[in-house]
């Protein structure tokens, strides 16, 4: 699990324990993401903050004997009561942490142990100490998916308890709960119309909103807006920016995906709806009326100057320098992370610091330094494409404001879309969301994301066929929730493929 | 070149010794009173050479030296001055180079992956080895680092292999960080001194044994590790080979945790004062951990501060004053600002300041006939030369001695006699990864070599890059 499906799991497991939680070492990102399997790998201090957490845990979920009987689903006030209690606390709450039944032998284990402890202190503590250790177990903490026999290499359908959890895992960031964990003891989960009915109960459930924000947040990088220099921004060299801008544009471009997509909306709303919900903080840089009142409420942003994600201060914060804006960073983000295109570093050696006009020179807006400063040849080859898109945001200040005017110039924010199914010249970033939004390219990246995100690794080249079919259908219908529903049930998602015992 | 340390051993007919990684034959089990220990302080961006080197005679082409012990403060470089009251127990060393990335920088030129020069030095600093190219995303460390490989080597039940302390301040998703368990997995970084203290005290605490129910739960703390070490166990075969790896990894781990709880000293939990800055709260906590062997590695990762901290302006930051603090040798096409040549400065003594206060608490704690400064070695290195991002005439600080085994009260210059892996690039001194099998042997480690075991010049010259730099010990 990474670290947001633990903490996620143990919230949604116990949900009225609230306990301080040490920090958990980061989890290792692989492009991009933060829940690849193969990165998953123990420490030292990982172990101990696992069984630190796993011991506060059990504490407050066994704090006092009512929350023990719920446990252990009866009174342990007799020897054949005791015997009942113990086998119901650990094959129920066995069943709910390991995501399936647990195994005779599993069972038999857990319950020895509980007799054990029971007899050296007394039930309850007993019933504290084996969930200590369920917590720790590799049941609970990783996702193992046993293999069944089978032909090393042949692609063999998911069992219904690993595909339960590979859909919750995936959906909610976090453990099934127990109607999907019968839906597989029930065998409904064999077929892709059972998938299919299942992920739908799961996405109209609250905890669905985590797998918009979760990915979206991942993919388009909107969470460095708190992290890194950004964190560090002061009004001293950004005049819109005080201490509260960073987390309320984070939180503003979340409310938006979350509410957007978790209310049945589609991939083109992303990049062209106006709708936003703001607190005062973001009313102030969209320069729109202040919400009477505090915390965040939804208004319509103008549609002469605001569109989807890509007009937002979240993402146009964090593609800028302190300070200025950069067009080839906020182009690369364009091409890195919409169109999956892999990024050429700058030549050594090269000039990275924002570029600046000098005294003798009079007035210039950042476009025209830019412009300067990509002119030779050596660097076209890159920043023709970089600077198409990045020229289209010079609309929005390094803040995110919206500015017609550039160190007292008119702003030019033309620009081209290059390398793409939509290559054409535009105006300005409404135009430039308008037409990446009806993109093929940017559907497809989206898919192979998608699909990375699902799977926790990077699908195969044998795949990719089935990444041209999302995509296509992704086209047809652009509603996020089909799509989903489209994954969940494509053989990726359903299938394995045995590795074998060596 | 990559080439496997055990392969090299092996090939050397030294096999045997690798027997020594194992945590159950280590030499160090012996009854040894006072252990050897390593800090690595690791700060960023370099140092300005003004500020740091000092004027030795004696011919370019040798290892000159000078004694630090009989000069007043004012003769000492602005960033060593700060180390003056140590200057018995100093090696200032000029002259080293990061051969192992500058020859990782030429292979990247020629096959392409991420270039950045910085992520490569950050990747390559205590790894001395290629770093681990990734599709999309900056480079990571593509080997064990020295503190991991010391720590897997010196751990024991009680005693944690390492702790890596301080700054994330480049989070792993956008530049690697510096200590690394293996290739891309990054070492845990504990950034927070009150978990880090609760780390050690989770050690040093008795694991209960009293009367009272709570007590009693407590002492059950190793019976539900056991419990969990057992489920691993069970598992581990129904899953595939990397599946059962995965397992047999944590599961050692698990056990590892069992057998080191209340095993440490009681005395140890007692007497670190935890307030004041947080480097120096760090500086504490290493003391701490040393004086109840709690660890013998530690390597703590400064922080980049803002610049109001070092006495200048907020407009600016560290890394926008770096590419301009070298007259003659900027880089990125910036130009040369004396304000950023200061600024660079300012941040070197501060860094020197927070690295005194370490030297200070280690030698507070009286061991065997010494202090714990006297037989620790105590490393301040950087991932960059010059915050202008050259990767020669490295610049650094070995301290302590490390139970006599450096013979320090020293500036030691060596000679730049090796060709460079880069073109147009000046001749380098002896490669860094050579301080680290210095380090190795002062460990009592037999090793030859750490890390690449050699690059090419660009003249064609093979440019060794194992055995330890002899100079430096007693």
Redesign the interface.
């Known amino acids: 699990m990474s670290n947001g499906e633990y903490l996620n799991a143990l919230a949604d497991l116990f949900p009225d324990v609230h306990v301080d939680v040490p920090q958990l070492p980061q989890d290792t990102f692989v492009a991009g993401f933060e829940n690849s399997a193969e990165a998953q790998k123990p420490s030292d201090v990982r172990i101990a903050r696992f069984e630190s957490i796993a011991l506060l845990y059990s504490r407050e979920a066994t704090r006092d004997a009512g929350h023990v009987r719920a446990l252990a689903g009866c009174d342990w006030d007799s020897p054949s009561k005791v015997t009942e209690c113990a086998n119901h606390f650990v094959e129920t709450t066995g069943r709910r942490l390991f995501r399936r039944p647990l195994l005779p032998a599993e069972r038999d284990r857990f319950v020895a142990k509980l007799h054990g402890w029971r007899a050296t202190i007394d039930f309850e503590a007993a019933v504290r100490l084996t969930l200590g250790a369920m917590l720790q177990s590799p049941q609970f903490l990783y996702r193992p998916e046993p293999e069944p026999a089978g032909d090393v290499g042949a692609i063999v359908p998911l069992d219904g308890y690993s595909m339960a959890s590979r859909l919750s895992f995936f959906l909610w960031e976090s453990v099934p709960d127990d109607a999907a964990i019968d839906a597989a003891a029930h065998d409904r989960l064999g077929t892709a119309e059972g998938v299919r009915a299942e992920a739908e109960r799961m996405l109209d459930d609250e905890r669905a909103r985590r797998v918009y924000w979760s990915f979206h947040r991942q993919w388009l990088g909107l969470g460095r807006i708190t992290e890194e220099e950004h964190s560090q921004r002061t009004g001293e060299v950004d005049p819109e920016w005080t201490a509260a801008t960073s987390v309320s544009a984070r939180t503003e471009s979340q409310l938006f995906v979350e509410n957007i997509l978790s209310k049945g909306g589609t991939f083109e709303e992303l990049f062209t709806s106006r709708r936003a919900w703001i607190d005062r903080e973001m009313a102030r840089i969209y320069g729109v009326r202040e919400p009477s009142a505090s915390g965040f409420s939804e208004v319509s942003l103008p549609s002469s100057e605001r569109a989807g994600l890509f007009t937002r201060v979240a993402f146009l914060g964090s593609t800028s320098h302190r300070g200025a804006t950069s067009p080839p960073i906020r182009g690369n983000a364009i091409q890195l992370r919409l169109l999956c295109q892999a990024e050429t570093p700058p030549p050594p050696g090269v000039d990275l610091s924002p570029p600046k006009s000098s005294p003798s020179d009079g007035p210039k807006t950042n476009r025209m330094l830019f412009e300067e400063r990509t002119s030779p040849q050596a660097c076209r080859g890159c920043h023709e494409g970089l600077n198409g898109f990045g020229f289209g945001f010079e609309r929005y200040s390094a803040s995110g404001a919206f500015q017609t005017l550039d160190h007292g110039l008119p702003v030019d924010a033309r620009g081209s879309v290059v390398g793409t199914d939509v290559d054409r010249a535009f105006d300005g970033p409404i135009q430039l969301s308008d037409t990446l939004a009806k993109s093929r390219a940017v559907r497809r990246c989206a898919t192979l994301q998608w699909m990375r995100y699902a799977l926790g690794r990077a699908p195969e080249d044998a795949e990719l066929p089935a990444a041209d079919a999302l995509t296509d259908a992704f086209l047809r219908d652009g509603h996020i929730k089909a799509f989903l529903l489209e994954l969940v049930t494509s053989p990726s998602f359903r299938m394995r493929r045995l590795r074998g015992p060596t | 070149m990559k080439t496997s340390r055990r392969n090299l051993l092996r090939a050397l007919g030294l096999g045997a010794l690798c027997s020594l990684a194992g945590k159950s034959s280590s030499a160090l089990a012996d009854p040894t009173p006072v252990p050897p220990r390593v800090v690595f302080f690791v700060t960023p961006h370099g140092h300005v050479p003004n500020a740091w080197t000092m004027p030795v005679t004696g011919p370019t082409d040798q290892v000159v030296s000078r004694s630090l012990a009989d000069l007043p403060a004012s003769e000492l470089s602005a960033v060593l001055r700060p180390l003056h009251p140590f200057r018995d127990r100093l090696l200032a060393i000029e002259g080293l180079s990061h051969t192992s990335v500058l020859a990782d920088?030429a292979e990247i030129?020629r096959t392409g992956g991420?270039?950045?020069?910085h992520s490569i030095s950050v990747a390559g600093l205590l790894t001395g080895a290629r770093a681990l190219q990734?599709?999309?995303?900056p480079c990571t460390g593509g080997a064990r680092s020295i503190d991991q490989e010391l720590a897997a080597r010196t751990s024991a039940p009680g005693r944690?292999?390492s702790r890596v302390y301080g700054a994330?301040y480049v989070?792993?998703?956008?530049v690697a960080p510096f200590s690394f368990?293996g290739p891309?997995?990054?070492?845990?970084?504990?950034?927070?001194p009150a978990?880090a203290f609760?780390?050690l005290l989770?050690y040093a605490a008795p694991a209960g044994g009293g009367a009272s129910?709570e007590e009693?739960?407590a002492s059950?703390?190793p019976?539900?590790?056991d419990?969990?070490a057992?489920?691993?166990e069970?598992?581990a075969p129904?899953?595939?080979?990397?599946?059962r790896a995965?397992?047999e990894?944590?599961k050692n781990?698990?056990r590892?945790?069992e057998k080191s709880l209340g095993t440490a000293k009681p005395k140890c939990d007692v007497g670190v004062d935890r307030t004041g800055h947080t480097v120096t709260q760090f500086m504490r906590l290493a003391k701490m951990a040393f004086a109840c062997d709690l660890t013998r590695v530690i390597t703590y990762v400064a922080p980049v501060p803002?610049c109001p901290e070092i006495g200048h302006s907020?407009?600016t930051?560290v890394h926008?004053y770096a590419?301009q603090s070298i007259k003659g040798d900027t880089?990125?096409?910036?130009t040369y600002d004396p304000v950023a040549e200061a600024a660079l400065t300012d941040l070197g003594i501060w860094y020197a300041q927070h690295f005194a206060t370490l030297l200070t608490e280690l030698d507070s704690v009286v061991e065997g006939s010494g202090t714990l400064l006297d037989h620790t070695a105590v490393v301040w290195v950087t991932e960059l030369a010059t915050p202008t991002h050259q990767m020669h005439d490295v610049l650094t600080v070995l301290a302590g001695g490390c139970n006599g085994f450096f013979r320090t009260g020293r500036y030691v210059r060596y000679p730049r006699t090796f060709a460079n892996p880069l073109k147009d690039k000046p001749k380098t001194g002896p490669a860094h990864n050579r301080l680290f099998v210095s380090l190795l042997r002062a460990m009592g480690q037999p090793d030859a070599v750490f890390g690449t075991r050699e690059a090419v010049g660009t003249d064609g010259s093979v440019v060794p890059m194992g055995g330890p730099l002899e100079e430096l010990h007693a």
Do not use: K, W
């Not at chain 2, 989070?171 to 956008?174: C, D, G, I, S, V």
């Not at chain 2, 129904?238 to 599946?243: H, K, M, P, S, T």
């Not at chain 2, 880089?331 to 910036?334: A, D, K, T, V």
């Open positions: 920088v030129t991420d270039l950045n020069s990734r599709n999309g995303a944690f292999g994330d989070p792993n998703a956008t368990l891309g997995q990054a070492s845990p970084i504990v950034g927070d978990t609760s780390d989770g129910r009693m739960l059950m703390r019976s539900v590790l419990t969990v057992r489920e691993y069970a598992l129904r899953l595939d080979a990397e599946g995965r397992l990894e944590h781990l698990v590892e945790l803002q907020a407009a930051n926008g590419h880089s990125c096409g910036q």
